[in-house]
């Protein structure tokens, strides 16, 4: 499967289109010199005697080892956004800054094009302890290429393409074991930048520096069945990967694959996963399924949340299978949406906004630290811009003769069938906002009505129309992902008729159908509160409404004393509803103090806790034994 191209995409849901909106405006703020400072810097373009006050701080600064790598990060959002939309404006500043990346590429000789000295990777090579130069350089490289696929820009595949010169020179003067220590020290993600470079170019250099960048220090442990993760470094691992599973798209070659599924196996599938879907502690992984200890200030980098769904990504295209799109809804929901561009809560005394925080604390009475917008620019910066670019991305994925609805979001789409006929689908989410028989795109059934079984309250579950809009009719598969989160089977209804209930989540579900114009295709995913609990704790655990992980507002630490054995039986809907909004909103029934939940992709300042140790009560019949 492939991702349906998002130029075909029409994304109407509010949330992602403020996001977009928030991200563009911050791609704009950012200056030319700013951007480019440090380039200028090393290529003797300008000197100063001090530092002016207008640079950019935190690992942007002129006296960080890292400077520079944030240029990467932007120039790729930029190309998202250029290639989604058209942008003018923001085609025309990238283009402007390559220009100068150019000239500093010049100035340096012709081949060097980066924004600290050359030097740092010969003291990498003789055990000298230096910052991480390979991550800095690879997201310049990944701006580069993103602006020459995406964007149309020439000029930046001519500049990455004679900085890779440098590396193949300077590769070549080590042996394999000299080079397995250089490797092992960090790479960033240059796989991924030799094998995006061999795809574009087809040149054989980008064959020899794929073969030395082969870490198999990492790669042969994987392949053979051994954890090499546990307490290894997660964001410096990840990149490596998806330079497997691009070299693979790119060669063909097996062994890429096997790593990559070897990866993914270690990572997630044997090592479990908080509740949000992320992972790590303090940047670095966790054992296997031994959570608990790891609960701390500095969980989840988002760095590794977004790399972690690019992964994702290319496994569901490889495999079909749906795991891999519940774990993106998963922490986009709970990583993305919880730690980037929080718009503030003025309703209740918060009328700032958050830009993004590099962890998401999971310990009990701890808060998010915001960054600010030029002051830190620590590696998340640069994943935060990409993660809210072009939106659209990951809702449908087309093969020949399907389409998948992958995530539920507001938008339009078009494609077609057999190359000829146009179809165009139009999801919306039912707000609840009414009278069941005002559906988002028609009125589908009265029956459907019927199903609701709570009609004073919240429905028990979302809903979805999908409306199919086409001059002829067209056979193709439909395919739907059933959420992991269904509380009860998924109804699915063909015209208002109902065809089919299931929960089976392992599977996408298909329509194999001759569509007509007009045919509506409604979903019913029944939605409630799961507890879940850490895997080396059934005694503590989160709580989690549909995709979200709630958070209880409290200063310290709070254990739950049930008087049911159902955890949730404990939390009740609080301020439900409002305007013509329901909230997702709850309250503990018998603490004292009470504890009110929100979603923890809604908490701003407030202090908050996730996991929670429950004491179930004791029965009649262990009283009686006591």
Not at 9 to 24: D, G, K, S, T
Not at 229 to 253: D, F, K, Q, S, Y
Not at 415 to 444: C, H, I, P, Y
Not at 525 to 545: K, S, W
Request: charged share 25%; proline share 5%.
């Amino acid at each position: 499967m492939e991702p349906l191209d998002i130029r075909n995409v029409h994304l109407l849901e509010n949330e992602l289109l403020r996001r977009e909106a928030e991200n563009r405006r911050y791609l704009l703020s950012l200056g030319n010199r700013e951007l480019l400072f440090n380039y200028l810097m090393e290529a003797g373009k300008i000197s100063i005697p001090y530092l002016p006050d207008d640079i950019l701080g935190g690992w942007e600064s002129p006296t960080c080892q890292l400077r520079g790598h944030f240029l990467g990060h932007w120039l790729s959002a930029a190309a998202w956004q250029i290639y989604e939309t058209g942008d003018a404006e923001l085609k025309a500043k990238s283009d402007a800054i390559i220009r100068e990346l150019d000239e500093c590429q010049q100035n340096n000789g012709g081949q060097w094009a980066g924004p600290i000295p050359e030097k740092y990777l010969d003291l990498i090579a003789r055990g000298k302890q230096v910052w991480a130069p390979q991550y800095t350089l690879h997201k310049l490289f990944m701006g580069l290429i993103d602006q020459n696929r995406l964007a149309g820009n020439e000029l930046a595949l001519k500049i990455a393409d004679r900085f890779a010169d440098w590396f193949d020179a300077w590769s070549a003067k080590f042996t394999r074991e000299q080079f397995d220590d250089i490797l092992d020290v960090e790479t960033g993600g240059m796989l991924e930048v030799w094998a995006d470079l061999l795809d574009l170019t087809g040149e054989e250099k980008y064959r020899r520096l794929l073969k030395r960048y082969y870490r198999g220090r990492l790669f042969e442990p994987l392949l053979r069945g051994e954890d090499p993760l546990t307490n290894m470094h997660a964001n410096t691992t990840i990149p490596e990967i998806l330079g497997c599973a691009r070299a693979w798209e790119v060669t063909g070659e097996q062994k890429w694959l096997d790593i990559t599924k070897a990866y993914w196996k270690c990572a997630v599938d044997d090592r479990g996963t908080f509740a949000t879907g992320g992972q790590t502690q303090g940047e670095i992984w966790t054992p296997k399924n031994k959570l608990k200890a790891r609960l701390g200030d500095k969980n989840q980098e988002h760095c590794t949340v977004y790399n972690m769904i690019r992964l994702a990504d290319f496994l569901f295209r490889c495999e079909g299978d749906p795991k891999y799109l519940h774990y993106i809804e998963q922490n986009f929901h709970n990583g993305v949406e919880a730690q980037t561009y929080w718009q503030g809560d003025p309703q209740n005394g918060h009328p700032g906004k958050g830009l993004l925080t590099y962890f998401l604390p999971l310990k009990a009475g701890m808060h998010k630290t915001w960054a600010g917008e030029r002051d830190s620019f620590f590696c998340c910066h640069g994943t935060m811009v990409q993660a809210n670019a072009a939106l659209a991305r990951g809702l449908y994925y087309q093969e020949s003769g399907s389409l998948c609805v992958a995530q539920y979001a507001d938008s339009d789409a078009e494609f077609f069938v057999d190359g000829e006929t146009k179809v165009t689908l139009q999801l919306r989410r039912d707000a609840m906002n009414g009278s069941w028989q005002k559906s988002s795109v028609n009125n589908v059934a009265n029956s459907i009505a019927a199903v609701q079984s709570a009609p004073d309250n919240r429905p028990d579950y979302e809903k979805f129309d999908l409306k199919f809009t086409m001059k002829t009719s067209a056979d193709f598969r439909l395919l739907l992902r059933v959420p992991k989160w269904i509380q009860a089977p998924a109804s699915i209804y063909l015209n208002g008729s109902l065809i089919a209930k299931t929960e089976d989540t392992a599977k996408l579900f298909p329509i194999d159908r001759t569509w007509q114009d007009g045919d509506i295709v409604t979903v019913l995913f029944p939605i409630g509160l799961r507890f879940v609990p850490l895997p080396d704790d059934p005694q503590t655990g989160a709580f989690c409404y549909g995709p979200d992980v709630l958070a209880g507002i409290t200063d310290v630490e709070r254990v739950l004393t049930l008087e049911q054995d159902d955890p949730t039986a404990e939390l009740s809907p609080d301020t439900e509803r409002q305007w013509g909004t329901f909230l997702t909103r709850f309250r503990t029934e018998t603490q004292d103090p009470g504890i009110n939940f929100i979603p923890l992709k809604e908490i701003g300042y407030q202090n908050y806790q996730v996991y929670f140790r429950v004491k179930k009560p004791k029965h009649e019949t262990e009283k009686g034994k006591e």
